[in-house]
């Protein structure tokens, strides 16, 4: 499976910006990571195709969503509210959750796309 994200930008703070990732392959959950300048990467958001659920980071919550098709492989996250402290590079990732109840987020996700630069100006 592979995977390629797009939609990073410049926007300012309290703007908006959009994220897609689309799947080469079969995904049964896809998600979204960043890596901040000097930081280790971090869970931001997951969606399963396995009922739809979805997973925030406490720091995320309410100012992102994530959405996608689970039959076209495609995740989307839309991002509002934006803070300078957003400012990272996004990673996009599959195949980590597989419908588990019991699941949290980590970083054991199959398949890791290439990263696209969001930046967030003061």
Same mark, same amino acid.
């Given at each position: 499976v592979q995977l390629q994200a797009s939609g990073g930008g410049l +926007?300012?703070?309290?703007?908006?910006?959009?994220?897609?990732?689309?799947?080469?392959?079969r995904t049964y959950d896809m998600g979204w990571f960043r890596q901040a300048?000097?930081?280790?990467?971090?869970? +931001?958001?997951a969606i399963s195709w396995s009922g739809g659920s979805t997973y925030y980071a406490d720091a995320v919550k309410g100012r992102f969503t994530i959405s996608g098709d689970g039959a076209k492989n495609t995740m989307y996250l839309q991002m509002n509210s934006l803070k300078p402290e957003d400012t990272a590079v996004y990673y996009c990732a599959a195949n980590g959750w597989y419908?588990?109840?019991?699941?949290v987020p980590s970083m054991t996700f199959d398949y890791w796309g290439q990263g696209t630069l969001v930046t967030v100006s003061s």
């Open positions: +926007v300012q703070t309290g703007g908006s910006l959009g994220l897609s990732c689309a799947a080469s392959g300048p000097g930081k280790e990467r971090e869970f +931001v958001a419908g588990s109840s019991s699941w």
